[in-house]
């Protein structure tokens, strides 16, 4: 199984960016999905989680009120809409996904992990 992630960019101060994430198998059904975010020199840290068939969500501090994280259950996809985007923010963005129900910001929980997407926020 592969997970595609695609939506970075390179984005001002402000502005927003959604991520997507699509497995490579239709037939895939995750019980939970998540988003995690590396910045240079730094650990990967979590961004947002999703129970996938009850669609109970979770947000880091740093993220709540600017992120939502969301899924498409007949498209299969995961989706990540970041609004207030400020330098901070700038990382890889790697979507994930899990086939037990764990925590949804331990990264051990998740099975699968995308290649990343850049994205950048400039001043």
């Known amino acids: 199984l592969q997970l595609q992630e695609s939506g970075g960019g390179l984005v001002q101060t402000g502005g927003s960016l959604r991520l997507s994430c699509v497995p490579s198998e239709v037939s895939f059904s995750p019980r939970v999905m998540g988003w995690f975010r590396q910045a240079p020199g730094q650990e990967r840290e979590f961004v947002a989680g999703?129970?996938?068939?009850?669609?109970?969500?979770r947000y880091a501090d740093s993220v709540k009120g600017r992120f939502t994280i969301s899924r498409d259950s007949a498209k299969n996809t995961l989706y990540l809409e970041m609004n207030s985007l400020n330098p901070e923010d700038t990382a890889v963005y790697y979507c994930?996904?899990?086939?037990?129900?764990?925590?949804?910001?331990?990264?051990?929980?998740?099975?699968?992990w995308g290649q990343g997407t850049q994205v950048t926020v400039s001043n």
């Open positions: 994930s996904a899990g086939s037990l129900l764990a925590r949804l910001i331990d990264v051990e929980t998740y099975d699968y």
């Open positions: 999703i129970i996938w068939r009850s669609d109970i969500t």
